[in-house]
């Protein structure tokens, strides 16, 4: 009947969880804990499932996003690196700097 394999369920899991990184990136206070309560699960367990699946963690993929979304703004031009920052969810501006270095290269 309604028995899901296990592997569906990791897949369902990583989902849901890019797609709350996606809804919820550039909002400063995104955490883990946070993304785990939206999708009603507990953190270290999906935590444990998307490392073992995706081979990176949550807050790694939560970086690269948001860097994927400011180079994207960064390239437009017009705007300012530190709004950029703000809007893709950093609020101090030195992380920002080293690493929209970085993408930039």
Do not use: C, W
């Not at 989902?15 to 919820?24: G, L, P, R, S």
């Not at 009603?40 to 949550?58: E, N």
């Not at 996003?65 to 690196?81: D, F, Q, S």
């Amino acid at each position: 009947g309604k028995v899901k394999s296990f592997v569906q369920e990791g897949d369902e899991i990583i989902d849901a969880v890019e797609k709350e990184i996606q809804k919820h990136y550039q909002e400063y206070d995104l955490t883990v804990e946070k993304i785990a309560e939206n999708v009603y699960l507990d953190s270290s367990y999906i935590r444990r499932i998307f490392s073992k699946y995706k081979g990176r963690t949550i807050v790694d993929y939560l970086t690269d996003y948001r860097m994927k979304e400011a180079r994207k703004l960064l390239e437009k031009g017009g705007i300012p690196v530190g709004r950029v920052a703000e809007m893709v969810g950093y609020t101090d501006q030195d992380i920002f700097p080293s690493a929209s270095k970085s993408i930039m290269e």
